[in-house]
């Protein structure tokens, strides 16, 4: 059985360092004469240079800083319209059946629109990011107030709770979860939207750009390092996300996983 | 206990002036709330259409920015005519369809195997997650050098972007079955495949089809983009090609036809989970 070849916390690492062995061999032995099969030590030392010039950091800065103006422009609207949504009945009923229609329009098919309304820089950039973050904003701010439980909201009542006081020590706290799971996906699909903006939206510098210059160069270690720092970012992200949800709900203690 | 009669909506205190009054009745306790609601849902959409074409009519935006309703709608009406519209919708469909078939092949497959195994679990579950870190997007330069700009690799961006979440949920569901439930089956002696089939397989589907609505939704919006990206046909292309010749009715309708067709999938799919899922609602 393999069980006994490989110790369970170096398993992981069997496929990639294969696959790298692989790659590397193709490289060595000269399987193929394609341009496109580049050696590991190619990318790499791309790599390094990119890092060491700082043309990864300034093309990176540049995308970040529009992902976090735009996840900030929408995640704020966001949990804005999400709280009015899940507090008033009839605002729901007002706007809930147009966002729910509006939500169904793919987020990318946005963007030539955009462009025309705000041309090609980071305007129309940072607006196509915020209405991704928007979307999963709203839909679990919506549903984390909808779901604070009514006899919560009835013992809220009897202890005459002020409106601020309902929201502060009950609504909110309550929601929090389902809010924290709205951002976390806004975040993510912001991410997303980042490198589809750049794309469709060709103008500045970006990570995505770096990317695009690499294939029409046909600068495969450019463009393979180009998918590694996307992975990075994402996953660092994802991760910053998860640290956040974890502090801004340790209160709740782990008595829900533990029941 | 009259209080509780008129607590509204969210149980703030009343203020009963009358007219307030009969509102909150009105709307608490309509005749027919099917059709307060209904009635609710349109007065947003009818002002913004309203302002839309008072604003086209008035020339307060020009055409190629905003063209008007009507233009966008005649547009739509003619290429729905003339077959255009039919063609791309077409193309597309069938792209989403046989992308979404590979992911959602491959994503169960995946997901059961990691689910059911611990060891192969061990080997691939790493390298799955590094490969879902990277987004659709971020491979889309990449598998343009390997493969070029043709069908494949549309048909491989959107089976990756279905892939991911359903192999996720795939396993998480898989894992997530309690205990208990495999007890039981332990205790009536299952076999093997009674056991996945009665017991595993009916206790994850919730999870795995929450995985298969949302790789749709992700191959739906795949879509989108590489027929915006790299695409001669289809309801992206549409996109394109009227932003390019600043065709914005054309923009409008095909957005119009994108929304309506994700609407459309996305009904199918809540009509499925009702037949697939409906026995377990009854329990509660």
Known sequence: MARTIVPRPLRGFVIPVLLTAVWWAAVHFGW?????????????????????????????????????????????????????????????????????????????????????????????????????????VVLNTFEGIRSVPADMLEVARVLKFTPAQRWRKLILPSAAPSIFAGIHLGLIYAWLATLGAEYLLVSGPGIANLMIDGREHFWMDMVLFGVFVVGLVGFTLNWIAGRIEARALAWRGRSVAQF | MSRDLLMPLNGRAVDATPARLAWRLWFAAPAWPGLRDWLLAWPLPLAVLALWALAAH???????????????????????????????????????????????????????????????????????????????????????????????????????????????????????????????????????????????FPAALAPIWNGIRYGFTHAWLALVVVELLASSEGLGFMIVYGRQLFQLDVVLAAVVVVGAVGYALDKVLAAIEKRLLGWRKEAF
């Open chain 1, 32 to 136: 193929s004469t394609s341009p496109l099969l580049v050696a590991p030590s190619k990318v790499w030392q791309t790599g390094v240079e990119q890092v060491v010039s700082g043309k990864v950091f300034a093309a990176l800065g540049a995308s970040l800083w529009r992902d976090l103006v735009g996840f900030a422009i929408g995640a704020g609207a966001g949990l804005a319209v999400g709280a009015l949504l899940g507090a008033s009945r009839v605002a729901e009923k007002l706007v809930g059946p147009s966002f729910h229609t509006l939500k169904q329009i793919s987020l990318f098919a946005w963007i030539p629109l955009l462009s025309v309304w705000f041309g090609l820089g980071d305007a129309a950039k940072v607006a196509f990011l915020s209405l991704a973050a928007f979307f999963p």
């Open chain 2, 58 to 200: 008035l020339e307060w935006i020009a055409p190629q920015v905003l063209p008007a309703p009507d233009a966008v709608a005649l547009t739509l009406k003619e290429s729905l005519l003339s077959g255009e519209l039919w063609a791309n919708l077409q193309v597309s469909l069938i792209r989403v369809i046989a992308g979404f078939a590979v992911g959602l092949v491959g994503g169960l497959a995946l997901g059961v195997a990691m689910g059911l195994s611990p060891t192969v679990k061990d080997y691939v579950y790493p390298l799955f997650k590094a490969f879902a870190q990277v987004p659709v997007l971020g491979w889309l330069p990449l598998l343009m050098l390997l493969v070029g700009i043709d069908e494949g690799l549309k048909i491989i961006l959107i089976s990756k972007a279905a892939l991911v979440p359903i192999a996720l949920n795939t396993y998480k569901g898989i894992q997530g079955v309690p205990t208990r439930f495999i007890e039981v089956g332990r205790v009536l002696r299952f076999t093997r495949w009674q056991m996945l089939g009665q017991v595993v």
